[in-house]
């Protein structure tokens, strides 16, 4: 799997939009990008994956640059129950376990 | 109640005990994963299991053993526990069909503190 890069930590105010990036610079053709959170030692909970195309559900979007060798998490009207370490991971979408997760941002939402 | 539920939550032990950690899960899906989390470090693959009786070893299994001897059980065996091992243990899930290929579901998660 392709290694990401993430800034280790972000502020952000409550309501305004937060926007996490990510470098995979090594991804591969095959690789969907994926988007996970853990909320203080919760099990990490899957927030949104893209191949490509800029993706848009319920909780965030995914803007991938067209070279695909980087992506933005955007949470649109950031909450104080959005604190939490913002994982990205690159990985073949039906492959095995090796979801590698690194060490992620943590995002700070202050009032 | 949880899709997937992990037991024990919480457990404190000795070194050289042998501990058991537990996952079952409601989703139906096929594939299982064991990760630990150690403070400030992601997280880190242990295990995982495509279907009943398949085991995969992944990044740091030395130590650990695991057995999926049903498709909604995943266990986690440290044959005798030492200190390194005390973390945070997640078990997941993962369906390999579909749109929702590859996301997995996550355990609320079992701390194990090794003495």
């Known amino acids: 799997d392709a290694k990401t890069t993430q800034p280790p930590s972000m502020d952000c105010a409550e309501g305004r939009a937060a926007n996490l990036p990510c470098n995979h610079s090594t991804i591969s053709g095959n690789e969907y990008v994926y988007w996970y959170r853990q909320i203080h030692s919760q099990g990490p909970q899957y927030i949104i994956h893209g191949l490509k195309n800029n993706e848009t559900n319920e909780m965030a979007s995914l803007i991938i640059t067209e070279d695909r060798k980087s992506s933005t998490l955007i949470l649109p009207h950031a909450t104080l129950r959005d604190t939490a370490v913002y994982y990205c991971i690159v990985r073949v979408r039906n492959q095995g376990g090796k979801l590698i997760f690194g060490q992620g941002t943590e995002l700070s939402v202050k009032p | 109640d949880a899709d997937v539920t992990q037991t024990p939550r919480n457990r404190i032990t000795k070194t050289g005990k042998r501990i058991m950690l537990e996952c079952s899960q409601t989703?139906?899906?096929?594939?299982m994963y064991w990760y630990r989390q150690d403070p400030g470090l992601g997280l880190r693959l242990i295990y995982y299991s495509f279907d009943v009786k398949d085991i995969n070893k992944g990044e740091i299994s030395d130590g650990y053993s695991v057995s999926r001897q049903a498709q909604a059980k995943f266990s986690l065996s440290l044959e005798s526990a030492i200190p390194n091992q005390t973390a945070l243990y997640f078990c997941a899930t993962s369906d390999n069909r579909g749109q929702g290929a590859g996301e997995l579901f996550f355990g609320e998660g079992s701390r194990l503190t090794v003495l």
């Open positions: 989703k139906g899906h096929d594939r």
